[in-house]
């Protein structure tokens, strides 16, 4: 779509160049801003030109640079003790989009727009990824991803911040994980997207997207019974509401998946 609103696009070299007048928005691939008429814009500022890296590996994990596109993170070689390490085409697949878009869209954008089915939010929550964010003093703040969408496209950027990484943990990578999805039609967008994760320390982690408002996580000490998954899902009553899904839909179908999730990955009782 065109935006025809549009007057300038900017194109800043370091973050000193980075800032936002009244009217002007931050863009990564720009697949969502030219998807829908975006009332009120009248500037673009092209995070791409800043020249971030996409990928870093340290001892530490992974720096995944928010302008990092979906192709190039599927492209991440991986270790061979990353365990988790399939579940980032898996949840690139869930994504309701084509090759062409995964070689624009960014990793960083899709968290930061916030919608339900934002498949890198699910990826990056489960993995206990964080956000890192540029704040309008020169400094930067660190928020938890599962923490940093907090609504139906909406964030915890203030106004005039940028998301600029997201760090994986290494023991994140290492853990087993499992991954369940479901949709009304067979490529129709994610009515609920259930993730499950178990570290080598024995933590068992299940993340609800798509199906909930923003992401919700429970966590348990080691794998739980059935009942004690079944009671902890319970308590959950963000279930968002469209016309991919019913909220008792996606309340019922999570919480299967998330008991064949328990099974998958250890539970037996």
């Avoid at 000193?16 to 720009?30: C, D, I, V, W, Y």
């Avoid at 902890?232 to 998330?258: I, K, M, N």
């Amino acid at each position: 779509m065109d935006l025809v609103t549009v007057t300038d696009v900017r194109t800043p070299s370091s973050r000193a160049e980075l800032s936002f007048a009244p009217g002007e928005r931050p863009m990564g691939g720009g697949t969502w801003l030219y998807s829908e008429a975006q009332p009120g814009l009248t500037g673009l500022v092209d995070l791409t030109s800043l020249g971030w890296s996409p990928l870093d590996e340290t001892p530490d994990g992974v720096t995944v640079g928010a302008t990092c596109t979906i192709a190039e993170l599927t492209r991440l070689r991986a270790r061979p003790e990353w365990a988790a390490a399939p579940l980032i085409r898996q949840c690139a697949e869930s994504l309701l989009a084509s090759f062409k878009i995964w070689n624009v869209a960014t990793v960083g954008g899709n968290v930061a727009l916030g919608l339900p089915a934002g498949a890198m939010t699910s990826l990056m929550s489960t993995l206990d990824a964080t956000a890192v964010v540029w704040t309008t003093d020169g400094g930067e703040r660190r928020t938890p991803v599962a923490e940093f969408v907090t609504g139906v496209r909406e964030s915890a950027l203030a106004p005039g911040e940028v998301l600029r990484a997201l760090e994986i943990p290494t023991a994140s990578l290492e853990s087993r994980t499992a991954f369940r999805r479901i949709a009304l039609s067979p490529l129709g967008r994610s009515g609920t997207l259930v993730t499950g994760r178990l570290a080598e320390a024995g933590e068992f982690v299940v993340t609800v997207t798509a199906g909930t408002i923003r992401p919700v996580q429970l966590r348990f000490d080691e794998v739980p019974s059935e009942r004690a998954l079944s009671a902890a899902l319970d308590g959950v009553d963000e279930w968002y509401d469209d016309p991919h899904g019913a909220p008792d839909w996606r309340r019922a179908t999570s919480t299967g998946f998330a008991e064949e999730i328990r099974r998958e990955l250890g539970g037996s009782w």
